[in-house]
């Protein structure tokens, strides 16, 4: 009986303990006027409101129930959800730099530590992100610019297409060898074979690493990075997926190392070992092999992942409305025709298959939560004070999602971007690539990508869906942070 007495006793004083530390928790945040929240628990913080839901889908909640600026608790880390087109634009026009460090993102970080470009802040940041963008802006190293390199990738992928006429397929798997096969051109001047070993290795890491890093015990390690901290091995799937991408990259640019000739650059990895030479004597320099060994990481990952997203999204979303693809098709034969390939200059006299591109990339909307970011100081924003270095999520689901700037936005109309007269109509709503100077790198890369192969498949071929329009589904496979299309099967006949 005394040990029954006893044991209650304990459990009544931990849940007085933990119920004390979460008044204290919210009487220090009231003293901070931090954006509004949940009540968060001890050591916990608001984790339980992720038991069967994904950290999207909890986000959406928040910001319904507490409004475009609000507090969330990873375990015992703050993080702030913004949301709405306004809210956004202050964040990124008004608060000038305030916003653009990047945020806790525990298991990239595990591994890549602060390299790069996505992971790094400061000077690091500015130093590297000058650099590419400059570099992926003026390609034209070696014999073939990049857009002919797309052009060229197109056409092998429609030649890949030509042996499965009429035969039902699954496309994924074809969409990320170009893709990846246009990353690995304008890197490493290299492109594989369909089929190759080495490629097909390279896409399983990388889809493998991707479906991790969402999955749920994913989720976990990045609401509770202490596990990572003090089991580095909590998720040996993961690190050794990524220690044979970084093997497979630094032999590449060994191999460039070798062959470097500082008068003719081939590609990117030229480009950066020649800038890092010239820096050789800075000892403020940011130019190091790790820093290019994590860029070149990020544009296998992030860009093979988002551009066959799309890729598949699209042609999924082109049985389910074969008046769409009957429109694209007339525009592709009107603007192109049938004897000579697409050129990027043709989408400014294309505003229907472009305006089709862009609401595909608004519909699909797979990365809803973008990247998280930080602030660089205390700042006081509508009211509410954000501490330094408090992670910050911008919800674009929020903005891309809103009834009050897309009509029906739960429905694909490529209306949302045509204006009266059938001319393409720009939108500041469109941010599927995040916004401010923490947007997506290889937007610009991903446009053309899409546009051209979207138009050089269309141009050959046909859809013939495996089921009837009406029952084909649009809705997404939803992982940790980001939205998956559903798999499916098509066959094609030719033009």
């Given at each position: 009986m005394e040990l029954r007495e006893a044991a209650i006793l304990l459990l009544?004083?931990?849940?007085?303990?933990?119920?004390f530390s979460a008044w204290r928790w919210n009487l220090k945040s009231q003293n901070l006027h931090l954006p509004p929240g949940p009540l968060p628990v001890p050591f916990l913080g608001n984790s339980l409101h992720l038991m069967g839901k994904t950290l999207v889908q909890v986000f959406i909640e928040l910001s319904k129930t507490y409004g475009p600026v609000?507090?969330?608790?990873?375990?015992s880390r703050?993080?702030?959800v913004l949301s709405g087109l306004e809210t956004l634009k202050e964040a990124t026009l008004n608060e000038g730099d305030v916003f653009n460090n990047r945020g806790s993102f525990p298991m990239l970080q595990l591994v890549m530590k602060d390299y790069g470009i996505t992971l790094s802040n400061g000077e690091r940041w500015k130093?590297?992100?000058?650099?590419?963008?400059?570099?992926?802006?003026?390609?034209?190293?070696?014999?073939?610019?990049?857009?002919?390199?797309m052009q060229e990738e197109a056409q092998h992928l429609t030649e890949e297409f030509r042996k499965m006429i009429e035969v039902p397929f699954d496309p994924s798997l074809f969409f990320s060898q170009a893709i990846a096969n246009v990353t690995s051109s304008m890197v490493f001047g290299i492109r594989f074979d369909y089929g190759d070993r080495r490629l097909l290795t390279l896409l399983k890491i990388v889809n493998e690493n991707y479906r991790l890093h969402n999955s749920k015990w994913g989720q976990v390690l990045n609401t509770f990075p202490q596990i990572l901290k003090y089991c580095p091995r909590a998720y040996p799937a993961f690190s050794r997926n990524f220690k044979q991408l970084k093997a497979f990259v630094l032999e590449q640019i060994h191999m460039h190392q070798e062959t470097l000739d500082h008068s003719?650059?081939?590609d990117f990895v030229d480009c950066y070992l020649i800038k890092k030479d010239q820096e050789a004597a800075n000892p403020q320099t940011e130019f190091c092999l790790d820093n290019l060994v994590a860029i070149t990481i990020a544009l296998y990952f992030a860009g093979t992942e988002s551009v066959s997203s799309i890729l598949r999204y699209g042609f999924l979303i082109f049985q389910k409305y074969p008046e769409i693809l009957e429109k694209i098709h007339a525009e592709i034969d009107m603007v192109i025709g049938r004897d000579r390939s697409p050129r990027l200059e043709d989408r400014n006299r294309m505003p229907y298959t472009d305006a089709v591109i862009h609401e595909t990339l608004r519909f699909a909307d797979i990365f809803p939560t973008g990247i998280p970011h930080s602030v660089t100081k205390d700042v006081s924003f509508r009211g509410y004070t954000i501490p330094k270095g408090t992670t910050v999520y911008f919800l674009l689901t929020s903005v891309l999602n809103d009834t009050n700037l897309f009509e029906n936005p739960e429905t694909f109309r490529p209306e949302h971007f045509l204006d009266e007269k059938g001319s393409f109509k720009k939108s500041e709503a469109f941010i599927p690539f995040s916004t401010g100077k923490r947007s997506c790198l290889g937007?610009?890369?991903?446009?053309?990508?899409?546009?051209?192969?979207?138009?050089?498949?269309?141009?050959?071929?046909?859809?013939?869906?495996t089921r009837d329009?009406?029952?084909?589904?649009?809705?997404p496979e939803i992982s940790g942070t980001g939205y998956i299309p559903p798999r499916y099967q098509f066959s094609i006949l030719p033009r």
């Open positions: 009544v004083l931990c849940i007085t303990c933990l119920l609000c507090t969330f608790y990873m375990g703050r993080v702030v130093q590297m992100r000058r650099f590419s963008i400059t570099t992926l802006r003026n390609y034209g190293m070696g014999k073939k610019s990049i857009e002919e390199q003719c650059p081939r937007e610009g890369l991903a446009r053309m990508e899409l546009f051209l192969f979207f138009t050089t498949i269309l141009q050959n071929f046909t859809l013939k869906p329009p009406k029952d084909i589904n649009l809705v």
